[in-house]
């Protein structure tokens, strides 16, 4: 492969998490400073706004990155790094459909279900990463951390906050 070729793939790599990101942002953008989410009853954990843009750039870009090293070292998607490039997109799929079910839906609930599922793709994930590739599931790592940690503040609000459905009322 041609340099401008790595170069090109590198940035596909980080192109494809990041973009996941921001479609995130731009569909829940007005939702994150709206009242529902201001006068939700959250852990004294939770971060300032500002900390999560910063926190997912660096997180998705790192991602690319790893998901490049598994493509490279373990021959695309047709040799090793086809079942874990599969488990790479399948998390990353879960990640993006988080946030509209959080800040879009108001549903806590459900999205406390698509993240402990995105725990498990991503356990499983850095754990087949480190089959074609150890330094990627390393790199793998901080993210792991801080989906375990947003988790956690999911939880803390689905706990908090009594969830009204039509249904209910």
């Not at 400073?33 to 706004?49: A, E, V």
């Amino acid at each position: 492969m041609s340099l401008l070729s790595n170069i090109a793939a590198i940035a596909g790599s980080i192109l494809i998490p990041n973009s996941v990101g921001w479609l995130g942002a731009i569909s829940t953008r007005k939702e994150v400073t709206g009242s529902w989410y201001q006068n939700l009853s959250k852990s004294s954990l939770t971060p300032p706004n500002w900390v999560f843009p910063v926190a997912w750039t660096s997180l998705y870009t790192t991602m690319g990155v790893a998901s490049y090293l598994v493509y490279s070292s373990g021959n695309g998607f047709s040799g090793p790094a086809k079942i874990p490039l599969a488990l790479y997109g399948t998390q990353l799929a879960l990640n993006g459909i988080w946030s509209p079910l959080f800040f879009v839906a108001h549903r806590p609930d459900l999205s406390l279900l698509d993240i402990l599922a995105m725990d498990a793709f991503v356990a499983a994930t850095i754990y087949s990463f480190a089959e074609v590739n150890k330094t990627a599931a390393l790199m793998l790592l901080p993210y792991m951390a801080w989906i375990s940690f947003a988790t956690y503040l999911n939880f803390s609000v689905w706990r908090n906050n009594p969830i009204k459905t039509a249904i209910m009322d």
